[in-house]
Nanobody, 126 residues
Framework: QVQLVESGGGLVQAGGSLRLSCAAS????????MGWFRQAPGKEREFVAA????????SYADSVKGRFTISRDNAKNTMYLQMNSLKPDDTAIYYCARTTEKWAGIYYSSARYDYWGQGTQVTVSS
C-alpha cells in the first residue's frame, strides 16, 4: 500500500520561506514521477511543480517559477518543495502525488497521478 505523507507547512510572513517534504512508503518511489499540487479555498486544485523519476527533469507553474524548487532524494524516498519569496496568493493546502506510470516524465494534469498525500496547510500573511 503506497502512502504519501506531507510535512513542513505552516504560517509564514510574505517574503518568507518554507520547505515541504513528501515521504513515500510502500512502493518503488524511485521509479515514479512525482508532483506538487495546491488548492486554495473556493478554488480548484492546481498544478505547482513536477519532477520525473530520476530527478533530471522538472517543471513549474508560471505562478511559482523562479521562487519554488522541486527536488527528490530517491535514497530517502522523499520529495521536497523549497518555497521562497512566498506571497499571500500562495496560501493553500499543498498535496504531493505520484504518477500513474513508472518511469514517468513530467505530468501536469492531476488525472495522471493516482496516489495522493493528505495535504499540508501553507498560510502566507501579508
Amino acid at each position: 500500500q503506497v502512502q504519501l505523507v506531507e510535512s513542513g507547512g505552516g504560517l509564514v510572513q510574505a517574503g518568507g520561506s518554507l520547505r515541504l517534504s513528501c515521504a513515500a512508503s510502500g512502493g518503488t518511489f524511485r521509479t515514479y514521477g512525482m508532483g506538487w499540487f495546491r488548492q486554495a479555498p473556493g478554488k480548484e486544485r492546481e498544478f505547482v511543480a513536477a519532477i520525473n523519476w530520476s530527478g533530471g527533469s522538472t517543471s513549474y507553474a508560471d505562478s511559482v517559477k523562479g521562487r519554488f524548487t522541486i527536488s527528490r532524494d530517491n535514497a530517502k524516498n522523499t520529495m521536497y518543495l523549497q518555497m521562497n519569496s512566498l506571497k499571500p496568493d500562495d496560501t493553500a493546502i499543498y498535496y504531493c502525488a505520484r504518477t500513474t506510470e513508472k518511469w514517468a516524465g513530467i505530468y501536469y494534469s492531476s488525472a495522471r497521478y493516482d496516489y495522493w498525500g493528505q495535504g499540508t496547510q501553507v498560510t502566507v500573511s501579508s
